[in-house]
């Protein structure tokens, strides 16, 4: 029981993140950037030793925050780069080599590089790949950021009720 209700409070504020994310007019004139605000929860949870809460989490997040605030496109967009960001971040951590705030920044790049793969098949062409340097770029200063945050906020959610061990 405790365990649903500490998923729904972090299904809960992803989805204020996802919220704020999308009130926030940030593009500097390439589409798809985004500050990835829901990602501190994955980074979080996934420090916290709990890599399947983190991919339920996210998932659920992106199916609600898309028909919320979006559309089936960008469910659709948003799988994508949270498969390939989650799997990017699970490998970075497991090396055991990166920081939290570089393990971050890698979901960041992944995260835009499933969502231009999968921009390359919708729309049959190899040119939107030119927005990947602009991406990769972008994905690695708010990876950056969001990891320095997660840094920040992991002591305290380690001592937080509710996160000792079982």
């Known amino acids: 029981m405790r365990k649903t209700?500490?998923?729904?409070?972090?299904?809960?504020v992803a989805l204020v993140l996802s919220y704020?994310?999308?009130?926030?007019?940030?593009?500097?004139?390439?589409?798809g950037i985004k500050l990835g605000l829901p990602n501190l929860i994955v980074v979080l949870l996934l420090y916290r030793g709990e890599a399947?809460?983190?991919?339920?989490?996210?998932?659920?997040?992106?199916?609600?925050?898309?028909?919320l605030f979006g559309n089936l496109f960008a469910i659709f967009y948003a799988m994508a780069g949270a498969v390939c960001s989650f799997s990017a971040?699970?490998?970075?951590?497991?090396?055991?080599?990166?920081s939290i705030a570089?393990?971050?920044v890698l979901g960041g790049v992944f995260h835009n590089i499933g969502?231009?793969?999968?921009?390359?098949?919708?729309?049959?062409t190899f040119y939107v790949g030119y927005y990947m340097p602009f991406l990769i770029l972008a994905g690695t200063v708010t990876g950056a950021v969001l990891?320095?945050?997660?840094?920040?906020?992991?002591?305290?959610?380690?001592?937080?009720?509710?996160?000792?061990?079982?």
């Open 89 to 98: 971040m699970a490998v970075g951590k497991r090396a055991g080599c990166f």
């Open 102 to 104: 570089g393990v971050s």
């Open 52 to 67: 399947r809460r983190a991919v339920v989490v996210n998932f659920l997040r992106i199916l609600l925050s898309g028909f």
């Open 20 to 31: 704020v994310e999308s009130l926030i007019p940030f593009s500097f004139g390439i589409p």
């Open 115 to 124: 969502q231009i793969v999968v921009a390359m098949a919708v729309v049959e």
């Open 5 to 12: 209700a500490e998923s729904g409070l972090f299904l809960a």
């Open 147 to 166: 990891g320095i945050v997660a840094m920040e906020l992991l002591p305290y959610l380690q001592n937080a009720v509710g996160s000792e061990k079982r």
